[in-house]
């Protein structure tokens, strides 16, 4: 476990005597290009940073070249990977899937330098991160700094935004907040997680980072779960008013009228219940959070599955022309 303290600006700091002004992070690489991972590039560049993008489509890669984002097959001079590669089946959306990341892992395994920092944002299972550090042969950072973009909100639940991040050792962790965090001039020390990875007698002031807040963890697994603990919250909120718009169908209430009643109370924000559970990240998340709980599978997140097959079902019975897609819930011990 990894000791953190919380100080205003997000820094780990310590008072040392000699001390050198190094731009540690010159070239950084965002590896998948999509929704989420272009408005990153995107930031970064505009933060200063030498950005290149990596992506499987070329059309995608086009489309970052008019953004100023560079494009390149060379691994072994980056000093910041940002991985942000999506973790569901290409066949199905709603079904979690690390095997890109873990292919893209080994990639930098073999190509990277010693002490590079490889940053996770996609949203991925627990152990995840370690099983990658392990790939890596404790010779390069592992952090994970979870998304929490929405495209309908930029501005203020975008790129920079309060977020988590955790590291595999305490060296790792220094990095990904030297790299991400608020720099008010603070001085850092990096410990080393071995030989190899760093110096731990350096000491220097960072002179730009990506300024975005963060909250540390102590541990990675913490950060791991706080994404796909997120989003499976959201799913309950989302199928309990699904839930309750059908007993008010049952019952003759007014659900509209019954939620804007409710939600005059303080601490209650019921959700509005439109077509099931969309997009593809909650459903995802709520899957990937089950097939990961090994001891005990959540019966409450089980059953909101349920409920939200039950509302699409009931929502094409009362349309349909509309086709709904239904979550085969079965799937999600497997």
Not at 27 to 34: D, F, Q
Not at 48 to 62: N, Y
Not at 121 to 150: D, L
Request: proline share 3%.
């Amino acid at each position: 476990m990894i000791e953190v303290q919380q100080h205003s600006e997000t820094q780990l700091t310590t008072k040392v005597s000699a001390v050198r002004d190094v731009e540690k992070f010159k070239k950084v690489l965002v590896i998948g290009l999509g929704q989420l991972g272009l408005p990153v590039a995107k930031y970064i560049l505009d933060k200063g940073f030498e950005t290149f993008g990596f992506d499987v489509s070329a059309e995608v890669m086009k489309l970052a070249k008019t953004c100023g984002i560079k494009v390149t097959q060379n691994f072994s001079d980056i000093d910041v990977f940002v991985v942000c590669i999506s973790t569901h089946r290409q066949n199905d959306i709603y079904s979690p899937d690390v095997a890109g990341i873990v292919d893209i892992a080994r990639r930098i395994s073999n190509e990277a330098k010693n002490g590079a920092l490889v940053s996770i944002e996609s949203t991925i299972p627990k152990g995840t991160s370690r099983r990658i550090f392990e790939m890596m042969n404790h010779r390069i950072h592992v952090v994970h700094v979870p998304h929490r973009w929405y495209a309908l909100e930029q501005d203020v639940h975008g790129v920079n935004q309060l977020r988590v991040i955790g590291g595999v050792s305490e060296c790792c962790l220094k990095s990904g907040l030297e790299f991400y965090g608020t720099n008010n001039g603070g001085l850092i020390t990096s410990g080393a997680c071995n030989g190899q990875v760093a110096n731990s007698s350096d000491s220097y002031r960072i002179l730009k980072n990506l300024s975005i807040p963060l909250h540390p963890v102590s541990e990675i697994e913490i950060a791991e779960l706080a994404k796909i603990v997120e989003n499976s919250y959201r799913y309950v909120q989302i199928a309990f008013a699904e839930d309750l718009n059908m007993y008010c169908h049952k019952n003759n209430v007014n659900f509209n009228e019954l939620r804007n009643a409710v939600n005059t109370k303080w601490n209650v924000n019921l959700p509005e219940a439109r077509s099931g559970i969309g997009g593809h990240c909650l459903p995802k998340d709520a899957k990937m959070f089950i097939q990961e709980d090994n001891a005990a599978k959540s019966k409450i997140l089980t059953a909101a599955m349920e409920v939200d097959a039950d509302f699409r079902r009931y929502k094409e019975e009362q349309n349909p022309i509309l086709t709904i897609k239904t979550i085969d819930t079965k799937t999600v011990d497997k």
